[in-house]
């Protein structure tokens, strides 16, 4: 008996001792079933938690001073000011409604792959110690405010195409309903752990909650208000453009590595690809621009790095170099010739191309996502090219579902405002300028 339990002593021992020095005895096994439970238990990590302040900030960037700076050197320079207010304005707008409940029905609960609940409106039971099951590395606040910057810049994206003409009263009117009846649904679909969701559409960072969704919203409100009265755009202030691009590629980095929620390698990833498809983007558009019009413009490259952005967003996590390279020549080249041909040709009178660079690019990228997916890159992703034909079927019917959702209900919308108090500011304003009828300011006293 004493055998018996001194040999039991020893190979409880041995094992014990094998548990605490497995790493460094068999370095090459998997860890115990009760290490890896430890593991998976969310733990606030500070570089994490750094990065995504950082990412964060850049991503506000985007939109004011980026967003604001880039609409509003494209503008007529009488208009100059109002379009950057509508930028600055909505800013403020989703940056308030967010906390009360954009934040709860995009990113808590699932009501039948549709709509999240009202459990975290205003922010109830979020505590600094808090995680988000969606980022669990990080403060649960900082998850919010990034999503924040996210669903402010997406409907500050539509307003491209509605300058210089739209009462800044309305504008005001359409940030807050299109967020409430059309983000936030979106937002909840793909990345809430809605129907999108679950379906397994991919969207790194924003193809379809963003561009595409914007690009709709700017292509349906623009019919819909109609023509400018004086139809030609020479941009108000090329150097604001040239300025608000840079700052748009430099948030952009936020926008797409920060979409990995984390400090890791993915993050890198999402940032070379973010770069090198901007790059090729602008060069591309450039180069096509030059053969069509004998010179190639700033305003060319700027609006071909935009596209680049535009277009890499779904992908940026997803793709290898080469599916970047391939998303970014595409990128320059197609929404070209949207702007350069199909604008004209159709009529629509989208004032700085929101939907010819942000719809179209969003669904060039949203599209080519699920051909060039690489499952060495994230293995959440795989697509034609790596032998998952579906995936490709997959991003175009969440592409479609996207637009004629976000088409749909911005109809809807601005038909409420057009009956109510108005979508259009009178004639004798539209000529004076919006800076002085809307504001009673000038951009420029010269």
Known sequence: MKRFISLTVLLSFLFIAGFVFADEVKPAESPAPAAVAVAEVPRIDTGDTAWMIVATALVMLMTIPGLALFYGGLSKRKDSLNTMAMSFVTFCIISLLWVIYGFSFSFNGDAAGLIGDAGKAFLKGVGPGSINDLAKTIPEYIFIVYQLTFAAITVALASGAYIERMKFSAWIIFSILWFTIVYIPVAHWVWGGGFLSKMGALDFAGGTVVHINAGAAALVGALILGRRREKSLLPGNLTLVVTGAGLLWFGWFGFNAGSALAANGLAGAAFINTNTATAVAALSWMFVEWLHSKKPTVLGLASGAVGGLVAITPAAGFVNISGAICIGIAAGIIPFFAVAFLKPKLGYDDTLDAFGIHGVGGTIGAVLTGVFADPSINELGKGLLHGNAGQLWTQI??????????????????????????????????????????????????
């Open 397 to 446: 019917l969440a592409s479609v579902i996207t637009f004629v959702y976000s088409g749909v209900a911005t109809a809807l919308i601005f038909l409420i405002i057009k009956y109510t108090i108005g979508l259009r500011v009178d004639e004798e304003d539209e000529v004076m300028g919006l800076d002085e009828s809307q504001h009673g300011e000038r951009a420029y006293n010269l």
